[in-house]
């Protein structure tokens, strides 16, 4: 067995107090770190907007009209994009949500073996962790149509966000998919709820 050298890099704390690691002069975060709030509302394949009812305790897409929706009870989310090392994995985003001046974040749990989606009161946080069952990656909904997007649960890999129907329900949902399948369910566009905002995601 010969010896070897190993280098020890530094370690330091960069903006935002993110985890950093230095090596050859390029700084890698290893943490997520807030970059950006956008605000939206979600709509699904069939045109309805996402809409969370946490006394129900469900979160289901509804034919909504203009005058609700620019009330915006449960319905306008806040998305926050997350700064990654890793981009080829998709945008790393939070979902949190207003209903009667309460915030509300989306995020997954097992139970009984399956994942859940839920909402739970509190706010998102401005650094996460490497991991974190509250973060969803962002990807191109297909080739062809780069206007709708499908959001991978960060945690479960091929785990989308979609939509089921329960009764009259359309409840949100978290899906498999296999890879080379195109699922209209998990088909979501981000559309603006407020003329002052210009970011696109």
Do not use: W
Request: glycine share 4%.
């Amino acid at each position: 067995m010969s010896a070897e050298e190993i280098l020890v890099h530094a370690v330091e704390l960069g903006k935002n107090f993110c985890l950093y690691f230095e090596d050859d002069d390029e700084l890698e975060c290893d943490a997520l770190c807030k970059e950006k709030t956008l605000h939206r509302v979600l709509r699904n394949v069939n045109s309805q907007l996402l809409v969370v009812r946490p006394d129900l305790n469900v979160a289901a897409f509804e034919d909504v009209t203009d005058q609700e929706m620019q009330s915006g009870k449960g319905m306008h989310f806040s998305i926050h994009c997350y700064k990654t090392t890793t981009p080829l994995a998709g945008l790393p985003v939070a979902f949190s949500v207003q209903v009667e001046n309460k915030s509300y974040y989306m995020c997954c749990e097992r139970e009984c073996g399956k994942v859940i989606v839920r909402f739970k009161e509190g706010e998102v946080p401005k650094e996460l962790p490497g991991e974190s069952n509250i973060i969803f990656f962002k990807k191109t909904f297909t080739s062809c149509c780069s206007q709708a997007f499908k959001f991978e649960y960060s945690m479960e890999r091929g785990m989308f966000l979609a939509f089921e129907e329960e009764g009259y329900l359309r409840k949100l949902i978290l899906k498999k998919l296999s890879e080379d399948e195109v699922d209209e369910t998990m088909k979501m566009s981000l559309c603006k709820f407020s003329q002052n905002e210009n970011h696109s995601l």
